[in-house]
């Protein structure tokens, strides 16, 4: 924490407020669960007039574990156009930001600069509907999820070599080598490296 914002939690009394920021192709969602909080040049309110307001999010802790820690939010759309918008396929993967505030009371500004609690990004979200209710569940991913796609590297083979040098050919007819070739950080090479035994019967030689 900044000390601005320890300085102001050693208060006897003080305003806190959670916010979220959600990153769309094509628009901000700043939310609060108080009426609003300005963090410089950013609002964040109770209601926003397009998607809505917060109806429940998880609890967030800090905890070690073998597990991605993932997060379930919960929107109050003001319409069921307005929660379609949201769960678009486009939407899937926009950046969410969970804040922890403290606000100053005179100014209703945020105290430089709240903590960030959870940094990740919307996975799945799924339309609730009842009667005289509508909720739009999201499923917020980890952004530690990305450790887990596939590697897409540099890797030594034909095409990866002429993505970067087009038509340059040295590994075109590449399909397999004796002496394992080092790539990237790791163990230094041996410096020795066994040549198998010729068929003719000769003897093993050693570069």
Not at 24 to 32: E, G, I, K, M, N
Not at 148 to 157: D, R, T, V, Y
Request: charged share 20%; hydrophobic share 45%; proline share 7%.
């Amino acid at each position: 924490m900044t000390p601005q914002m320890q300085a102001a939690l050693a208060q006897r009394q003080l305003i806190m407020a959670g916010l979220i920021r959600i990153t769309l192709p094509d628009y901000t969602l700043r939310l609060c669960d108080g009426a609003l909080a300005t963090w410089g040049a950013e609002v964040f309110l109770g209601r926003d007039d397009r998607y809505g307001a917060i109806g429940a999010i998880d609890v967030i802790s800090e905890t070690v574990g073998d597990q991605m820690p993932g997060m379930r939010l919960s929107l109050l759309p003001p319409s069921t156009t307005a929660a379609i918008d949201l769960a678009t396929a486009d939407d899937q993967g926009a950046p969410v930001r969970v804040y922890l505030a403290v606000i100053d009371a005179a100014t209703g500004a945020v105290i430089p600069d709240p903590e960030l609690l959870y940094a990740g990004e919307v996975d799945v979200s799924e339309l609730e509907l009842d009667r005289g209710s509508r909720t739009l569940n999201m499923t917020i991913a980890s952004v530690w999820q990305r450790l887990l796609e596939p590697n897409e590297g540099a890797a030594l083979s034909d095409a990866f070599h002429q993505s970067i040098w087009p038509g340059e050919l040295g590994f075109e007819n590449m399909t397999g080598t004796v002496i394992k070739k080092l790539w990237g950080p790791g163990e230094k090479p041996p410096a020795a490296a066994l040549v198998p035994q010729l068929p003719t019967g000769g003897v093993q030689r050693y570069l």
